[in-house]
Every structure is written in structure tokens, then in C-alpha cells.
């Protein structure tokens, strides 16, 4: 049965690294080690899934390693072919926003694939670079929060909520991108983002 995942990023991220993050290919969700996954299984309220969850990371890092090929550029693209994702960027702030409401047949695999694909973007951010990156599904009643910053993706705890900084950030990124929108595909907006 098809279920619902949610995702919202906004991220904060000089052109030049945006070029550089879209080009590279996307990270096996097996990049990061097994406990650097515990913060998503630990996120939910539900005491069973938790435990549940916690049981699974390895099989889910293991199916999501199987989903993800190619650049984050064509990742982009293609979801944009399957509709649901929403993609904007103001070159002159730097803010990049992502939103994506898509079905999912994969209770964990789905939220590990959402966080890989956008948590491999830290390696390309500097400086202040920043970025938050939220998940919600339709099977809990929870949002399970990342925070990105320069070679750093932590989640954030149950109950924890973002730094003021990184919410101001977010709010920032919003903005400055729905002040510039275009009203462009997410392809058109990738393929504006100049290759370099």
C-alpha cells in the first residue's frame, strides 16, 4: 500500500557549490555508517516504531543504496518527470528551496532515500553555508529534522528543535527564492544553475 512522504529543504549554498553538488554523484546511503543513521530511527514518537525502526537501519540503508545512481542533477530531473517536487533558486542569495510530496511503498527505506539525497549536499557547503531539511510522512504524526552545515548532517532529536539561526536560514532561503520565482519546472531550475 502507497503511502505519503513529505519533504521541505531549504538550504543556503553559493552558486559555485551548487554547480559542483548537482554535478557529483549521488552518495549510497551506506556512505555514512550505520550510526549515523540512529537519529532518524529515534525520531518518531511511537515507542513500536522506534523499536521497529531500529531493527531495520541496515536492510534500509541496503534497499535505498539500491534507488540512488547517477548525479543529483539527474535525481532532480527525474523526480521532476514524476511530478510532486518543486524546486527554486536565487543565484544572488544563494538560497536553494526543495519541496516534495511523493508516494512511497517503503515505511524506512523512503525517509533513509529523502535524507541521502539531500544530506550528500554538506560536503559541498563553506563557509555559512547552511541548511534544514524536514520529513514528514502520513503513517506518524512526526517531522524528523536535519541540519545541514559545511561537511555536516546531524539529525535532530525528538523534541529537538532547529537553532534559531537555522530556522532564521530557512526562513531567509524562502523568501529570497519566492521574491525570484519564476514559475519554472524543477528541470528548468536545474538546468539554469550554470554547469561551471
Known amino acids: 500500500m502507497s503511502r505519503n512522504l513529505t519533504v521541505a529543504a531549504a538550504i543556503t ?7 559542483s553538488y548537482l554535478r557529483a554523484p549521488v552518495p549510497p546511503a551506506s556512505a555514512w555508517a550505520e550510526h549515523e543513521w540512529v537519529g532518524l ?7 513500536a516504531t522506534r523499536r521497529r525502526y531500529r531493527a531495520e537501519p541496515a536492510g534500509a540503508v541496503a534497499e535505498c543504496d539500491r ?46 532515500w529523502a535524507f541521502t539525497v539531500l544530506r550528500g549536499v554538506a560536503a559541498f557547503l563553506a563557509d555559512d553555508d547552511s541548511g534544514l531539511v524536514e520529513v514528514t510522512v502520513d503513517w506518524a504524526p512526526d517531522v524528523v529534522l536535519m541540519q545541514l552545515s559545511p561537511g555536516r548532517s546531524v539529525f535532530l532529536g525528538r523534541g529537538v528543535a532547529p537553532t534559531a539561526r537555522a530556522r532564521d536560514a530557512e526562513f531567509d532561503a524562502r523568501c529570497a527564492v ?3 520565482d519564476r514559475g ?5 531550475v536545474v538546468d539554469r544553475v550554470p554547469a561551471g
Open 41 to 47: 530511527c529515534e525520531a518518531w514518537s511511537d515507542a
Open 184 to 188: 519554472e519546472t524543477a528541470s528548468e
Open 67 to 112: 534507488w540512488v545512481g547517477g548525479d543529483h542533477a539527474d535525481l532532480l530531473r527525474g523526480l521532476d518527470d514524476d511530478g510532486g517536487l518543486t524546486l527554486g533558486h536565487d543565484g544572488d542569495s544563494g538560497a536553494l528551496v526543495l519541496d516534495l510530496d511523493t508516494r512511497v511503498d517503503f515505511p524506512l527505506p523512503s525517509p533513509v
Open 13 to 19: 549554498i553559493a552558486t559555485p557549490r551548487l554547480q
Open 178 to 180: 519566492s521574491d525570484t
